[in-house]
């Protein structure tokens, strides 16, 4: 026969079951105080955050997954992505869902995505959520808006494509500048290679023509003038003459450039061994002019206060 209870018994155990009602109580407070704090996290961010159940419905979505697929999570709940999205769209979301479930895995994937906001690139992480007995309960998702980055990325891609394009035809236009370069090179070493087969063939007619024309008729000048003057003049024709048909590459002296034409012609005669008052009776003037004119030589030629024979330097500038 079992005992009837104390007053004080009951008593104690009254007090032990509202001291254990209170914890409960204050234990229930708590869960709930952190699922609103849980809930306003999930709800202020920018990311799309649901999760579904093997069934692959719906038991949570957060403001931000509401507000670009425009649904009311109270009207979709408990419902699957064929009951709210488009057919493609919704078939899409199961056989990702279904590959989650069957590798029982965190998978990314890059879905693009037609929404009412219009057509939209997301990098979505979706995992699975095991209950006690290690078996797959819910599918959670984690979706990331990086339409930006791929407008950015495609925008790049383009540029490069724009810049290698570029490239490609300024190279191109290089190498036809070239080949015209080239082209104009050759044209040009052609019309130089003719113009020295034209000058030589021009320097053989004027040594045939002076050779053939003019010695044989200066030979006969010769021997019908015997006048002392005459010979001198003769002899000075032809010394020209053989100056000009020695060499047609050194047709400008050098110190030709620094005397009038009246000193290159006296400067010639000096060359040739004439001594002043010769210079003075070819040319018709006064010894005392051929002097000047020999002293004015000399300072262009930078002889002056030198014993340098003037005869001697003109030769050496032939």
């Known amino acids: 026969m079992t005992s009837k209870s104390t007053y004080e018994e009951l008593e104690q155990r009254v007090q032990a079951l509202k001291k254990e009602l209170g914890s409960h109580k204050n234990h229930n407070s708590s869960i709930q105080i952190n699922r609103q704090y849980l809930e306003a996290i999930l709800n202020n961010t920018n990311l799309c ?31 699957d ?68 980055h791929k407008k950015a990325e495609e925008a790049l891609l383009k540029a490069h494509d724009e810049l290698e394009q570029r490239v490609a035809d300024r190279t191109a236009q290089l190498n036809q ?56 003049l003769l002899k000075i024709i032809q010394s ?32 040739q061994g004439h001594a002043t008052k010769e210079i003075a009776s070819l040319l018709n003037l006064s010894s005392s002019t051929i002097a000047c004119h020999r002293q004015e030589i000399r300072k262009r030629l930078s002889l002056t206060n030198k014993k340098t024979n003037l005869q001697v330097v003109l030769a050496g500038n032939s």
């Open 177 to 232: 500048k070239t080949e015209r370069l080239m082209e104009t090179n050759v044209a040009l070493k052609i019309l130089l290679e003719k113009r020295e087969e034209d000058k030589k063939e021009l320097e053989e007619k004027v040594i045939f023509n002076v050779e053939k024309l003019v010695y044989p008729y200066l030979e006969k000048l010769k021997m019908r003038c015997s006048e002392k003057f005459q010979q001198a």
């Open 49 to 79: 955050i649901y999760l579904k159940n093997v069934d692959y419905e719906y038991i949570f979505m957060n403001r931000h997954f509401e507000y670009l697929a425009q649904v009311d999570y109270n009207k979709v709940q408990g419902k």
């Open 81 to 148: 992505d064929f009951a709210i999205f488009p057919e493609a769209m919704a078939q899409l979301f199961r056989l990702q869902d279904e590959e989650v479930v069957k590798h029982q895995a965190l998978i990314e994937f890059e879905e693009t995505i037609s929404l009412p906001d219009g057509v939209q690139t997301f990098l979505t992480a979706k995992f699975p959520l095991f209950d006690n007995e290690c078996k797959v309960s819910a599918i959670g998702g984690v979706c990331t808006d990086i339409t930006s």
């Open 240 to 271: 020209n003459l053989d100056e000009i048909t020695s060499s047609f590459s050194h047709n400008h002296k050098n110190y030709l450039s620094k005397l009038t034409p009246a000193q290159i012609q006296i400067a010639d005669l000096i060359k």
